[in-house]
């Protein structure tokens, strides 16, 4: 948990923002890492992907789950997709 | 007259011989070429030829034409066979009439052999041990190929123009050999990219058909060709568009099994297959075999790219280590697709291709490019090999290819499934035998004995979700891993048959 909440501007790509029903949002969160992010998004909108099967990125980089937020991060959840 | 014909009926010798009469002829010479039950040293059933039927009649005209002024000859005509042939059936017919025998046995020679080398003809080979393989009877010797009157260097004159291709890039692009797996929507984009820009050999992995929910977004295909095999459609498009360019065909699945030897005589893979099974092992496969992968895949309105270079930023695995679930985030036949999309990432999955070859913008390999096209919106993910991952990484877990990446290919029933979103999701299939079946029944599901499986005619097709099911779970899992390495998308229902939910009520924790 952080002190005190963090704002988190988040993209959404495929089927998460098809399950999300937006493309982005701006939000508040006492979450830590993208992780944490992830699993209270998923819990409250029903996202059918475990954690462990996504891509995230702050900024335009690939990080790891378990890389710490800081308030005003730019993060991007990313399923993988495999139409053809 | 002199004439050449390609027919569709069988090719009667007799009646054709016959016809061949002249006063002034002193010999008849006549060829039949038949179908015969072996090849390269595999047994042969039958066998079907698909022709380029345009520059093949123009051609084999002009081979005519050719070989009667060189012989001076009376006449010469000949058919060559389309379609489904049988052992032993007449495929191609020659015969010639001259004043005398020499000529004439030259004639005929020269013919048949301009025929085999300079017909833009393929043959689908159907052998005994259930493989079919295409084999392309034109041989590509462009100094005797006058099919094409152009200069091949016509063809390229605005893009070498580009100072960034020039005569020298222009030869890259010729010495460059691309397999391309996938000729569907994102196949049909990049393939025809490539040829157009003159990549010199191309190979198309490809094993269906096509269908005519393919069209709006397989642009390499005609209406009237539903149902036809389309690595054959694509390989007399291809020639059609660029008959400078080399098309290999391998009628096949990717497996496992066959990856490193499909991989082995080119410089770089485009992954243009639509399911995560092959994508997974593509990429595994340009780890472990060091071979440059160039994925694309779609979701509705956006898609995704992404190089694999052996020595570069990492792989698949880096960003997804293991593929989702079946059934989690969709494919094009469940979600819908539009035809513009596949056609934008396949250009650009051919675009990256030839940039590859040129050198140039190496950084735009080690992201991932995202594109929502709806919106107009991309993004590049500066992407790093990750220490932990499990194919590319300092311990790797996975040291071979394998047909499993669906993972988990257990299914685990979860306490919220019920009998009915279980049947929607997946096709059953029971591999207990008769007296099983008998003492607790299945209604629901495919039998197919696990005693059986062997040589069980499966009907399924590949991309459907099989759920396979016995007592306990053991049994079941076999024979998914069998079902794997055939191609089908096989669960293991994990503990057995006890494991279902009943039909009634959802099943409790």
């Known amino acids: 948990m952080q002190d005190t909440p963090i704002t988190i501007n988040l993209r959404y ?55 710490s937020l800081k308030n005003g991060d730019n993060v991007t959840f990313i399923p993988p997709v495999a139409g053809g | 007259m002199t004439q050449f014909a390609i027919s569709t009926e069988i090719i009667d010798p007799y009646t054709l011989a016959q016809a061949m009469q002249h006063p002034v002829a002193g010999a008849c010479v006549t060829f039949e070429g038949r179908v015969r039950d072996h090849n390269d040293g595999y047994g042969v059933q039958s066998l079907s030829y698909q022709v380029f039927h345009a520059l093949a009649v123009k051609e084999g005209q002009k081979i005519l034409t050719e070989a009667k002024e060189k012989f001076a000859l009376i006449d010469a005509q000949a058919v060559h066979r389309e379609g489904d042939l049988a052992i032993g059936a007449c495929a191609v017919w020659v015969g010639v009439l001259a004043p005398h025998r020499t000529e004439a046995f030259a004639a005929c020679r020269y013919i048949i052999d301009a025929i085999k080398h300079r017909l833009p003809i393929w043959k689908k080979e159907f052998y005994t041990d259930g493989r079919v393989e295409w084999v392309n009877c034109q041989h ?20 070498t123009r580009l100072p960034e291709i020039g005569a020298e890039g222009q030869a890259r692009l010729k010495a460059a050999r691309v397999l391309v797996v996938g000729a569907g929507g994102l196949g049909s984009a990049a393939l ?40 054959g459609l694509a390989a007399v498009r291809l020639h059609a568009l660029n008959p400078f360019v080399k098309i290999e065909l391998h009628a096949v699945r990717a497996t496992a ?28 496969a340009a780890i472990l075999f060091s071979k440059p992968v160039i994925h694309a895949s779609l979701h509705r309105f956006e898609g ?18 293991e593929p989702p679930a079946a059934g989690l985030v969709g494919d094009c036949a469940e979600i819908g697709v539009l035809g513009s999309i596949p056609a934008i990432f396949g250009a650009l999955q051919a675009h990256q291709a030839i940039q590859h070859f040129l050198g140039l913008n190496k ?3 080690e992201t991932l490019f995202l594109f929502d096209v709806r919106s107009l919106t991309s993004r590049h993910i500066k992407r790093h090999r990750r220490d932990d991952c499990p194919l590319c990484g300092d311990k790797p877990s996975i040291t071979q ?17 019920t009998r009915d979103n279980l049947l929607r999701r997946y096709q059953w299939v029971d591999v207990r035998e008769e007296e099983e079946r008998y003492a607790l029944p299945l209604p629901e599901a495919e039998h197919l004995p696990f005693s059986g499986l062997e040589d069980a005619p499966f009907s399924w097709p590949l991309d459907a979700p099989l ?6 779970g053991q049994r079941s899992r076999i024979a998914a891993q069998k079902l794997r390495a055939k191609g089908y998308m096989a669960y293991s229902l994990k503990d057995g048959i006890g494991q279902l939910p009943s039909s009634s009520m959802k099943r409790a924790g």
Request: proline residues 3%; negative net charge; aromatic residues 8%.
């Open chain 2, 401 to 417: 290819v394998s047909d499993f990446a669906l993972s988990p290919y257990e299914i685990t029933v979860q306490s919220d499934d």
């Open chain 1, 13 to 67: 790509f495929a089927v998460l923002r098809d399950q999300r029903g937006v493309a982005d949002e701006v939000l508040s969160t006492d979450a830590t890492t993208p992780r944490a992010l992830y699993q209270e998004l998923a819990a409250t909108y029903n996202f059918t992907l475990p954690v462990d099967r996504i891509g995230v990125a702050i900024g335009d980089e690939f990080v790891a789950l378990d890389q």
């Open chain 2, 467 to 472: 759920l396979i099911i016995c007592a306990r």
């Open chain 2, 304 to 321: 995704q790219m992404l190089m694999v270079d052996p020595s570069g930023e990492g792989c698949l695995r880096c960003f997804w280590p």
């Open chain 2, 257 to 284: 099994e066959n990856v490193q030897s499909l991989f082995a005589s080119y410089d770089l893979v485009l992954d243009c297959t639509d399911n995560f099974t092959t994508k997974y092992l593509l990429n595994d």
């Open chain 2, 363 to 365: 950084a735009a390999a």
């Open chain 2, 192 to 231: 025809s990219v490539l040829a157009a820009a003159g990549i010199g050999v191309i190979g198309i992995v490809e094993h269906d058909r096509l269908e005519a929910s393919n069209l709006h977004r397989q642009m390499l295909y005609s209406a009237e060709d539903v149902g036809k095999s389309k690595v």
């Open chain 2, 140 to 159: 590509h010797d462009h100094t005797h190929d006058h099919s094409c009157s152009l200069n091949e260097q016509e063809l390229y004159v605005r893009q």
